[in-house]
């Protein structure tokens, strides 16, 4: 009777701490979830590229028949003139995904206050007007009850970060570049509000723009020609200037060591023609 109720009394003991096991999350069970846990992976495998945030892409590489997690700050693509960033439109053979790139630094635009609506114009002539013995005109250096931003600036003046609406009241102004997207800039501040329909932001003109097409057999003209001085990475939409145009990427890093990384950038216009930048 006792071995009956020893063996009885096990079998539940099992059953209750296999389920115990199941509810644990696979960090208690042991199981390492991470991609990087795949042993089966090919030499110079890469995957799971992404940008965590503007600056930095990241992406898992097999190593030693392990993927392994790795980072490049796209920032160290600075170069007099442009500046490196993450995007999530990079277009390589196999698709598109995310990767680094770089842009020409912003100096035509700079990010800046814009004012919705039209801030009148009034021609101001004093009026004198009586309260209780004391006379109130417009140009006395008071923002009388009876004067507004729009019927006298001499008294009821805005601050050089608000603008005179229509019913002589200050308000403040919307901020291009301030990473909020007000309804008054959905328009004119793509810095903020981004851009749809697989247009690109233009940081000269913070206004979106439609990318260029280019005839493919051009683009593969292009590559062919610099096929012998690198490897080509892929291609991302940008601009030059107020004209849109491709960026194709080349890696041009030779095989040794202390070799320092080498990229080749070629800006592709919409007539065809072609601009080079180099990193070393």
Not at 142 to 166: H, K, L, M
Not at 180 to 188: A, L, P, T, V, Y
Request: proline share 5%.
């Amino acid at each position: 009777m006792d071995v009956k109720i020893s063996v009885g009394a096990a079998i539940i003991i099992l059953i209750i701490a296999g389920f115990l096991v199941l509810q644990k999350t696979p960090q208690e069970k042991g199981e390492i979830i991470r991609i990087h846990s795949k042993i089966t992976c090919e030499a110079g495998e890469r995957t799971g590229y992404e940008c965590i945030n503007n600056e930095t892409l990241r992406w898992y590489e097999c190593l030693n028949n392990e993927l392994v997690n790795k980072t490049m700050n796209c920032r160290s693509l600075d170069r007099p003139g442009f500046i490196g960033y993450c995007t999530t439109h990079f277009k390589t053979v196999q698709g598109e995904r995310a990767g680094c790139a770089i842009k020409p630094i912003s100096t035509a635009f700079t990010p800046s206050p814009t004012t919705p609506g039209i801030t009148p114009t009034v021609s101001i002539t004093p009026s004198p007007t009586i309260y209780k013995n004391y006379t109130m005109y417009c140009g006395d250096g008071i923002c009388d009850p009876n004067e507004g931003c729009n019927t006298c600036p001499q008294d009821c003046r805005c601050t050089s970060s608000q603008y005179c609406a229509d019913n002589g009241v200050c308000y403040q102004k919307v901020l291009c570049g301030d990473n909020k997207c007000d309804e008054s800039e959905k328009e004119s501040c793509c810095l903020d509000c981004g851009c749809k329909n697989g247009n690109i932001c233009n940081d000269f003109t913070g206004k979106c723009q439609a990318p260029i097409t280019i005839a493919q057999e051009i683009l593969n003209n292009i590559i062919s020609n610099y096929s012998s001085e690198g490897e080509y990475i892929g291609m991302v939409d940008t601009y030059s200037g107020n004209e849109s145009v491709k960026e194709l990427m080349f890696n041009c890093t030779t095989e040794g060591e202390f070799v320092a990384p080498c990229e080749i950038f070629v800006f592709v216009y919409k007539n065809g023609t072609t601009e080079e930048m180099r990193t070393v």
